[in-house]
């Protein structure tokens, strides 16, 4: 069965850290752009970050210079690094596989979604 498992949620202390996986199964990684996304209570599912097959980057405004999203093909798996976390980056973490990012990446028709991570980010 083709699909994402998302792991690495918990409980933070704001300004703390937590890293994020998003591991495939049953599917070769390596041509996926995946995304991450993610929705706190009573929000919509907003795009987090998105990195495309070739390794190249995207990342929402609310999570630049503290989020950091990788990927390591032969492991099969997508990380995304998590500094500086702030209560209002509390929500389910999910990823998602598309042919690519590109501009609109937030948009994209994604597939193979996960069932998500919870992160908590509380004092």
């Known amino acids: 069965q083709e699909q994402l498992v998302e792991s690495g949620g918990g409980l933070v202390q704001p300004g703390g850290s937590l890293r994020l996986a998003c591991a495939a199964h049953?599917?070769?990684?390596?041509?996926?752009?995946i995304g991450w996304f993610r929705q706190a209570p009573g929000k919509e599912r907003e795009g987090v970050s998105c990195?495309?097959?070739?390794?190249?980057?995207h990342y929402s405004e609310s999570v630049k210079g503290r989020f950091t999203v990788s990927r390591n093909n032969a492991e099969k798996t997508v990380y995304l690094q998590m500094n500086n976390l702030k209560p209002e980056d509390t929500g389910v973490y999910y990823c998602?596989?598309?042919?690519?990012?590109?501009?609109?990446?937030?948009?994209?028709?994604?597939?193979?979604w996960g069932r998500g991570t919870q992160v908590t980010v509380s004092s």
């Open positions: 049953g599917f070769i990684l390596d041509y996926w752009a």
């Open positions: 998602a596989a598309d042919n690519f990012c590109g501009g609109n990446w937030k948009h994209n028709t994604y597939e193979h």
């Open positions: 990195i495309s097959s070739r390794g190249a980057t």
